[in-house]
């Protein structure tokens, strides 16, 4: 499915992303590709699925911000309004659906704790979803990683 131009572009753009007004042009010229050609092929491996998404990750905590990961007990026919509620807030970073009980899983980041907690409490409002757990990290055991291709 993916070629070796391909492997060596998410090499590049999963820790070496620059940070610039034409970034698929700077990693074109590393690596001797076209612009449009790193687009084109990067337009594909998203369409296809191997690319997720492209985005900066930040410490939360290095920015003097507050991060926790919920779960939620969601039965069937409230999931699709559920999600909706959730991704509504723009910290909401992460959301899966797991097989569990707590069966929707996502990470909430915030300039503090309490407005989480306001958020966690409207999104139960506005749901009726009653069991929302709030399980802060008490310690960070990754901060980065990569997949040499």
């Known amino acids: 499915m993916i070629d070796d131009t391909d492997k060596k572009i998410l090499n590049e ?24 050609e790193v687009l084109e092929r990067i337009k594909r491996m998203k369409s296809n699925g191997i690319i997720r ?19 939620a007990k969601v039965p069937e026919e409230k999931l699709d309004h559920f999600v909706e509620a959730v991704n509504r807030y723009p910290g909401v970073t992460h959301n899966y659906l797991r097989n569990h009980a707590y069966n929707v899983w996502f990470t ?42």
């Open 13 to 36: 753009i999963q820790s070496f992303f620059p940070v610039a007004s034409r970034p698929f042009l700077e990693i074109g010229m590393r690596l001797d590709l076209s612009e449009d």
């Open 108 to 149: 909430f980041i915030a300039e503090d704790m309490a407005f989480i907690d306001s958020a966690l409490r409207d999104i139960s409002i506005e749901t009726g979803v009653k069991e929302i757990l709030n399980l802060p990290a008490v310690r960070t055991f990754k901060i980065k990683v990569d997949f040499a291709l």
């Open 53 to 71: 998404r492209i985005g900066g990750n930040f410490n939360s905590r290095g920015l003097n911000f507050t991060s926790t990961l919920c779960a």
